[in-house]
């Protein structure tokens, strides 16, 4: 549902908004599920050497690999990512990230 927008995109296979504990909220795409798990994970790690260079939390990630390229950025607690087949243009999906995350305010928060 929140993801609606991604689904569309040219060469967008997979999406995912991702809670707190890893779990995706809501998913597109045959490996939906297994992405959303796997940018949880590398958030909490690129968190852990963020606070130990002093650089703070992780807003952004971004990778290529041999088939696909993957970006996801944060919205507080939330996660939200795609992967995309490789030598997709990034911006659309980008701008569409952003603007997603922007529009995850009214999500409830786990201060706990």
């Known amino acids: 549902m929140r993801i609606d927008a991604l689904r569309s995109l040219p060469g967008v296979i997979a ?3 991702v809670c707190p ?3 995706a ?5 045959e490996g939906g599920d297994v992405l959303a798990a796997e940018i949880a994970s590398l958030r ?3 968190d852990r050497t963020g606070r130990r260079l002093g650089a703070g ?3 952004r990630i971004a990778f290529t690999s041999e088939r696909v390229e993957v970006v996801a950025v944060t ?3 939330f996660l939200l990512g795609a992967a995309m087949l490789r030598g997709s243009d990034t911006r659309a999906t980008q701008q569409a990230l952003a603007r997603i995350a922007l529009d995850l305010r009214d999500l409830p928060r786990n201060d706990a």
């Open 21 to 23: 504990d890893g779990l």
């Open 57 to 59: 939390e992780v807003t």
């Open 15 to 17: 999406a995912a908004l």
């Open 75 to 77: 919205s507080g607690q």
């Open 25 to 29: 909220l809501d998913s597109h795409g």
């Open 44 to 46: 909490t790690t690129l």
